[in-house]
T-cell receptor, first 115, second 113 residues
Framework: EAGVAQSPRYKIIEKRQSVAFWCNPI?????LYWYQQILGQGPKLLIQ????????DSQLPKDRFSAERLKGVDSTLKIQPAKLEDSAVYLC?????????????FGPGTRLTVL | GDSVTQMEGPVTLSEEAFLTINCTYT??????LFWYVQYPGEGLQLLLK?????DKGSNKGFEATYRKETTSFHLEKGSVQVSDSAVYFC????????????FGQGTRLTINP
């Protein structure tokens, strides 16, 4: 079975520019997650979708970050405008159900460098 | 809020040594507990999990037991191999509400031959 796909794998931008990341979850997985992983830290959840509805976005900096999951499948995460502190790896994950009892499958991540 | 604290790294061991990576948690509910592993150049993947007190998760020779009384989920392996070199993350998920994963900061493990 195909895993979680993400693109691009790497992105370098200057501060104040915008950037978008794309994620295609495992087929049939209703729950999709976006995480931010800063170097040397564990992943931090930014937003969680159940189908195409938002379950949790409490740690998403909504003044600059936005995410959508159209038709309950693919998802995009956007940053506009980017700041230096946004440099991180952005991970997408999916699971069949909610995380409490269901394994999350992670994509390879997008490494963002903001100069 | 919920949180996970892991043993600070990096940890360096010789092949066939015994491994323990400590993990403790704080949660208001009754969480599920996980260990995820990130091998060099690869994505995060689930290593093992436990969903209730006294459960033991195991995989690839690794074990961890859910200890509610000490709020711990320490990872152990009796004899490590060079191929175990990776970053290990302890995580929890509440089983109510959004059930989101909360990760520890990760422990980098290097095994020398």
């Amino acid at each position: 079975e195909a895993g979680v796909a993400q693109s691009p794998r790497y992105k370098i931008i200057e501060k104040r520019q915008s950037v978008a990341f794309w994620c295609n979850p495992i087929s049939g997985h209703a729950t999709l997650y976006w995480y931010q992983q800063i170097l040397g830290q564990g992943p931090k959840l930014l937003i969680q979708f159940q189908n195409n509805g938002v379950v949790d976005d409490s740690q998403l900096p909504k003044d600059r970050f936005s995410a959508e999951r159209l038709k309950g499948v693919d998802s995009t995460l956007k940053i506009q405008p980017a700041k230096l502190e946004d440099s991180a790896v952005y991970l997408c994950a999916s699971s069949y159900g909610l995380a409490g009892l269901n394994e999350q499958f992670f994509g390879p991540g997008t490494r963002l460098t903001v100069l | 809020g919920d949180s996970v604290t892991q043993m600070e790294g990096p940890v360096t061991l010789s092949e066939e040594a015994f491994l323990t990576i400590n993990c403790t948690y704080t949660a208001t509910g009754y969480p599920s507990l996980f260990w995820y592993v990130q091998y060099p150049g690869e994505g995060l993947q689930l290593l093992l999990k436990a969903t209730k007190a006294d459960d033991k998760g195991s995989n690839k020779g690794f074990e961890a037991t859910y200890r509610k009384e000490t709020t711990s989920f320490h990872l152990e392996k009796g004899s490590v191999q060079v191929s175990d070199s990776a970053v290990y993350f302890c995580a929890l998920s509440d089983r109510q509400g959004a059930q989101k994963l909360v990760f520890g900061q990760g422990t980098r493990l290097t095994i020398n031959p």
